[in-house]
Every structure is written in structure tokens, then in C-alpha cells.
């Protein structure tokens, strides 16, 4: 199983980002996909979760700013963020099924 996270990177506060983790290795269309974070110092953290109906979950940190989606043709799930705040600042990674991480990209939140 393989998960390549990507669209990492530093942006204004109040700008968007959107990172993308192609999986592969695993049935995608059956699979839990999730995006976690985790800031320097900190515990790492959920922050959004798709399940197989399509069906969402978010951090209260972040709902109404990111969306979470998928695609099963291409065995991708993305994570659309918008209204970006330095307190976003983390590394982000995405999980499958609750046991299988990728190597997470850098989310950088800074003027």
C-alpha cells in the first residue's frame, strides 16, 4: 500500500491550497481515506475524513474552510483548504483505513 501526498506548501493567511494523496495498493472505493495534522510540538490530529458513502467528517477547527472529496476513478482523495490561518501551519497526512499513512506535505501559513 502506497499513499503519495502532495500540494503542500507556503501561502499567504487567507489563501487556499489543495492537497491531493494518490493511493495505491488498496481498494480505494471501499476504503476510509483521512487527512491528519500535525504542528511542531503537537499531538497529531485529525482533521477531515471521507468513508466509502461519501460521507464527511471534519474538525471543528476546520469546518465551513476545508472540504474533503474523492475520486474513485483516479484513487485520489483531495483536501480543498480555503481561509487559511498560520494556526493551519502542520505537516499534513493522509490515512487509509485507519492504519496506513503517507508521507505527509508541509502546509506553510505565513505573510
Known amino acids: 500500500v502506497q499513499l503519495q501526498a502532495s500540494g503542500g506548501g507556503l501561502v499567504q493567511p487567507g489563501g487556499s491550497l489543495r492537497l491531493s494523496c494518490a493511493a495505491s495498493?488498496?481498494?480505494?472505493?471501499?476504503?476510509?481515506m483521512g487527512w491528519y495534522r500535525q504542528a511542531p510540538g503537537k499531538q497529531r490530529e485529525l482533521v477531515a475524513v471521507i468513508f466509502t458513502s461519501g460521507s464527511t467528517t471534519y474538525a471543528g477547527s476546520v469546518k465551513g474552510r476545508f472540504t474533503i472529496s474523492r475520486d474513485n476513478i483516479k484513487n485520489t482523495v483531495y483536501l480543498q483548504m480555503n481561509g487559511l490561518k498560520p494556526e493551519d501551519t502542520a505537516v499534513y497526512y493522509c490515512?487509509?483505513?485507519?492504519?496506513?499513512w503517507g508521507q505527509g506535505t508541509q502546509v506553510t501559513v505565513s505573510s
Open positions: 495498493g488498496i481498494a480505494f472505493s471501499i476504503s476510509r
Open positions: 490515512q487509509a483505513n485507519e492504519r496506513t
